[in-house]
Each structure stands twice: as structure tokens, then as C-alpha cells.
């Protein structure tokens, strides 16, 4: 299974980006799909997950101003942020759990990151 990220850039303050991934390759089934970012410095984290159902989860830093959404048939999932802030800068990750056609067990995959830039 390959996730390809895709969205990041630079913003000012207060601006929205859009990042979207896609999963790809000899799928069976998703289960949850999430976004992670990393800092620099700092260690990686979660911003927020969504299940194969639609539920959702975030990181307090950002309730209220990012959105995930998915597209189960299209195996993609996005993250709408709004009011972006400057700490919100950070390479951020795609994630998914995922069955592979001919295994039977989940295994955990990454994108390969895309920046989010955020100037004050």
C-alpha cells in the first residue's frame, strides 16, 4: 500500500491549506486513515484520524479550525485547515491501517510528507 500526499505549501497567518492523500496499490480494506504532523525539534504527532464509519478525532491544537474527511470509495482522505497559526508549521504526515489483498493482518503505513509552511 503506497499513500500519496499532496496540498502542503506556505500561508500566512490565519490562511487555509487543503492536504489530501490517496492510498494506492493491492487494497482489501482501510480501516482508520489520519494525518500526523512533526515540528521541527519536536516529536511526531497526531492532528487527527477518521474511521472507515466517519468518526472523527483531533488534537486539541486543533478543534474548531482543521477538518478531516474521507472518500471511502476512493480510498482518500483530507484535512481541511482553516486559521492557520504559526505553530501549526510542520511536515505533515498521511497515515492509514490497511488489509493487503492475500494477508491476513493490518499493517500501519506513512505517507512520505509534505511541509506546511505558516508565516506570522
Known amino acids: 500500500v503506497q499513500l500519496q500526499a499532496s496540498g502542503g505549501g506556505m500561508v500566512q497567518a490565519g490562511g487555509s491549506l487543503r492536504l489530501s492523500c490517496a492510498a494506492s496499490g493491492s487494497i482489501f480494506r482501510i480501516g482508520v486513515m489520519g494525518w500526523y504532523r512533526q515540528a521541527p525539534g519536536k516529536q511526531r504527532e497526531l492532528v487527527a484520524t477518521a474511521t472507515s464509519g466517519g468518526t472523527t478525532n483531533y488534537s486539541d491544537s486543533v478543534k474548531g479550525r482543521f477538518t478531516i474527511s474521507r472518500d471511502n470509495a476512493k480510498n482518500t482522505v483530507s484535512l481541511q485547515m482553516n486559521s492557520l497559526e504559526s505553530e501549526d508549521t510542520a511536515v505533515y504526515y498521511c497515515?492509514?491501517?490497511?488489509?493487503?489483498?492475500?494477508?491476513?493482518?493490518?499493517?500501519?503505513?506513512w505517507g512520505q510528507g509534505t511541509q506546511v509552511t505558516v508565516s506570522s
Open positions: 497515515n492509514a491501517n490497511a488489509i493487503e489483498y492475500g494477508m491476513g493482518y493490518q499493517k500501519n503505513y
